[in-house]
Structures are given as C-alpha cells and as structure tokens.
C-alpha cells in the first residue's frame, strides 16, 4: 500500500474496503479500493483472512482515510486490525446486538 | 511556607484538566443528522474531536442481500433523502453490469437530467442550511423558496418532489414528453437568474466572508490522505470528478467543465457548490434541448428475474461526493452482497482532524447557541510523585479531603 501511495506520489486516496463474508472458502474477503487521482482509475486490492482468527494489519498508518473502513468492517464481520488502535465495538450496530457478540454482515448471523 | 520549599516538600501534584468535553448530538438543532461530535475545547481552540455514529443504522446492506434484485432498486433509493436518484443510478448500473444490460440512449440523459436537477437542489439546500448557521435566516428563507422550483421540476420529470424513482434496469421507468419540456425548461430559466445572485451574494458579502473565509482549511495532501471526497476535495484544488473520470450515462456527451477552487476553505466549499449548481443548471438546459429520439421507457414484464454469477463495482458524483457500490452475484434472485459507501461516510468520519485549532464557533455545528453540558470537569488526576501512581478522582473527592 505505501509503494502503491508513493509511486503515484500520494495523490490517491482509498474509496473504501469491502469485506465479503465468503462461506465456501471459509474466509472473510476484504477488497481495498484505492482510487488514482491522477489516473481517473479505481484499482482493487484483493486479500482475504481465515474466519477462525480474522487479522488483518492495519493501513491507518499509511492512509488515515481507512479509518471509517476498518472502523465499520470490525464492527459488522468482526475483522481484528492489528495496530488501529481506535477500533471498537458499537460504532455503527446498536450496543445490544454488540454486547451479544453478533457481527450483523456475517452469513450466520439471525438479525 | 514559601513557594519553593513547598514544591521541594510536595508529596502530591494535582494535574486539572483545562479541556472541556462538548458534546453535540445526536439530536441538536445545529446538525441535521443523528451523528454525535465530541469537541473537546481549550477555551475557545478546540484541541480534540470525535465523530461517534451509529444513530441511524438500519442496517441496508442485509437487507438488501435478503431481498431481489428489483426490491433492492427501491431499498437503495430510500438509503437518501436527498441524494436518491444517484443512489438508484449507482445500484442500477452495478446490476445492468453484472446481468449486461443497456440502457437507450435517451433513458441516459434522462438519467443524467434527474441527477443533475437533484445536485440542483441538493447544493441549495446545503447553502441554505449553512445561512441559517451562520445565523442569516432570511437568506435561508429565500434559497429554500427558490429551491421549490427545482423541487416542481423533479416533479414533472419523474412524479415525485423528492424520490425520483425514475431508474430501471436497462431504462427509466418515466418519459418526458414537449409538455413536461417545455414546463421543466420555464422553471429553470427563473432558477437562473436566483443562482446567480446567490452565487454573488456568497462571493461578496462581508457577513457570510468574515464568518467562513479561512475557516476549516485543508490542504490537499490532508484531504487525500483522509479520504474526503466531492467538493471537499475540489475545493482544496484536486481535480477528480467521477462524472468527468468515468463519463457514465450521458456524462460523455454533454458538455460541462469540472469545478475546482484553490483555498481550501469553508467559502471555497460553498461557492464550488454554486459553480457546480450553475453548470449543473446548463446540463440540464443542454439536455432538454438535444434529447435524442427513441424508446426509454423499458417494459418491466421483459426483464429477467434471475441473474448470472459476477460482480460490479459502480461509482457516482453523488452531490456530496463519490458513492459507490460493490454488488456480488452468486446467481440466482437476490444479491450476495451489496456494500455501500456513501460520500457523507468519509467525509464526517473521517474529518475529525480539520476541527483541531479552530475556536469552538467555528465548528459550524456549534454556531448556533447551545448549552454545553460539561461533563469532564468532575474529574482531575492525582500524581503520586513518591510512589510514581497515578489515579483518577471526581472533584468532590477531593473537596472533602480539603487539599
């Protein structure tokens, strides 16, 4: 990601991070969608994390605009980043589906 | 006991915080939306904030993975108030996409009309509310008169004043015809003169100058880095427009220019909006007059009901910036996933930073007068300076041990 940032000399920005919840493959799918300004082209950046322990490094520290990203992917599938530091449960689901334990986006979960 | 011997004997150090914890929301006259910020304030400066969200969660991307394709058109325009019609254009188009479907051509400039009159009134609005925060209510009074118009225009396009409906797989779902025309083109053309004068008005006036100018400016660099979007961006002088980057629909064809100011400020912000509303005002124009010939209106009966495996990514120039949609397809009747992400996500998330520095009036939330209830001044922290502890105590503690 920051060899991505510096060779289009910062002037990208990152649209968003979707996390798919893919039962088959029994992993949580996340798709970083970095914009190029200067380009006018949206490029994806595809990684995926096995559900039984899902971890992911943060990008925080490269891009402070994943913030809302890691913030909502945490709170709804229930994806560790490592190293965010203002991560927390609640920030969008109400607190009593939180304090249950449930991750709303995930496949299994009854809401 | 002097003061130096009295530091020398000093068993314990006292550190009273001098920030005070505002907080604004979730229901406040000043913000239109249920969002919680949490100013924390040095005297007038600001010197920390924090957006906490989750008011309004209805939780539409489940839903829209629990229902078809065609139920998901409609859920997707009721995400928005506002900003409908784009939110429609950006699922249809995902889905079009993934199921290869194509518009007609004159089913695209309708599209591009309904969403141009919608920044219209869109930026209006968000003009009208900012007059009113800066406490110049008339003028709010006005542009929200003179917004009716655009809001009779949506009307005789598409039905409704405020949720279009007008998108449908591969088509629109409502003609115009030389009535609707000529009515649409009337109400645009007393729009115009009021644009402008608003527009100059936001340029000139000392009032809305002194309370907006060097407020809460950004630079580039800090909006790219932060993911802002839309005329945030374009206001710090980055020229990214999706309308321009991606020339969907009609964008293509009809002409326009992208809208960039180099200040950075609230005012650039402000008046990027006008500019975009003026142009915005001419698409419309252009489009009215040079409407290609053909079939728009698609026959629902026709569609299919099921659709193939595959996966779309859309973006749109939403009013507040670019919106997107990632639609999976696994097959079948309904969607796999449909994420969201729409411009106000990031750009109040993710703005915490740009409040930092500025004095507590020019968060423009806090504008209108509000009665902050301070609830950080309870507490103070208690050093231990022998055995290097530290604890926190409420301020009454205290009181009663007399120190």
């Not at chain 1, 914009?35 to 039984?52: A, N």
């Not at chain 2, 939306?33 to 949490?38: F, I, Q, R, S, Y």
């Not at chain 2, 655009?150 to 009307?155: N, P």
Request: glycine content about 6%; proline content about 5%; aromatic content about 8%.
């Amino acid at each position: 990601m920051e060899v991505l940032k510096n060779s289009f000399s910062g002037n990208v920005y990152l649209a968003t991070i979707a996390g798919v919840d893919r039962v088959k493959e029994n992993v949580f799918e996340l798709n970083y969608f970095v914009h190029i300004v200067s380009l006018g082209k949206t490029i994806v950046i595809r990684t995926s994390t096995p559900k039984t322990s899902p971890r992911v490094d943060t990008i925080i520290d490269i891009m402070p605009g994943a913030f809302s990203a890691e913030a909502e992917i945490y709170d709804l599938f229930g994806v560790e980043f490592v190293g965010n530091r203002y991560l927390r449960r609640g920030f969008f689901v109400p607190l009593d589906v939180a304090s249950q334990g449930t991750h709303p986006l995930r496949k299994d979960a009854q809401v | 006991m002097d003061t130096e011997s009295a530091v020398k004997d000093a068993t314990t150090l006292l550190k009273i915080p001098i920030s005070l914890e505002i907080p604004i929301g979730p229901q406040h006259p000043a913000i239109h939306e249920p969002v919680m910020l949490k100013i924390y304030a040095d005297g007038e400066e600001v010197v920390h904030a924090e957006i906490n969200t989750g008011y309004n969660h209805r939780g539409i991307e489940k839903l829209m993975e629990k229902n078809s394709y065609y139920k998901g058109k409609f859920i997707a325009s009721r995400v928005c108030g506002i900003c409908n019609t784009v939110h429609e254009n950006c699922y249809t188009r995902a889905v079009e996409h993934i199921a290869g479907l194509e518009p007609s051509q004159r089913a695209k400039y309708i599209r591009v009309l309904a969403m141009e009159l919608e920044r219209v009134h869109s930026h209006m609005l968000i003009n009208a509310i900012m007059a009113e925060v800066i406490g110049f209510d008339t003028l709010f009074m006005y542009i929200m008169r003179d917004r009716e118009l655009v809001m009779k225009a949506k009307e005789v396009l598409a039905g409704n004043r405020v949720l279009a409906e007008i998108h449908m797989f591969s088509g629109v779902r409502r003609d115009i015809d030389g009535l609707k025309r000529e009515k649409i083109l009337g109400l645009l053309k007393r729009l115009e003169p009021r644009l402008r004068y608003y527009r100059k008005l936001f340029e000139e006036d000392s009032t809305i100058h002194s309370r907006l100018a060097e407020v809460g400016k950004l630079k580039p660099i800090d909006v790219l880095n932060h993911s802002l979007v839309g005329p945030v961006l374009r206001a710090s002088g980055v020229k990214s427009d999706v309308r321009a980057e991606d020339k969907h629909d009609a964008y293509g064809e009809v002409p326009w220019s992208i809208v960039t100011r180099p200040e950075g400020d609230s005012l650039a912000r402000m008046l990027v909006r006008w500019d975009e509303a003026l142009e915005s005002l001419e698409m419309c124009k252009y489009i009215l007059e040079h409407l290609p010939e053909g079939p728009a209106v698609v026959d629902e009966k026709k569609l299919p009901r099921t659709f193939p495996p595959g996966e779309a990514y859309a973006r749109v120039e939403a009013p507040r910036g670019e919106l997107v949609y990632y639609v999976i397809s696994t097959g079948g009747t309904n969607p796999y996933r449909v994420k969201i992400r729409t411009p106000s996500a990031v750009n109040v998330i993710n703005s915490a930073f740009s409040y930092v520095g500025h004095s507590v009036a020019d968060v423009p939330v806090i504008l209108v007068s509000y009665d902050p209830c301070i609830s950080c001044m309870e507490r103070v922290t208690v050093i231990d300076l022998k055995g290097g502890g530290e604890k926190r105590v409420p301020l009454n503690y205290l009181a009663r041990r007399r120190c």
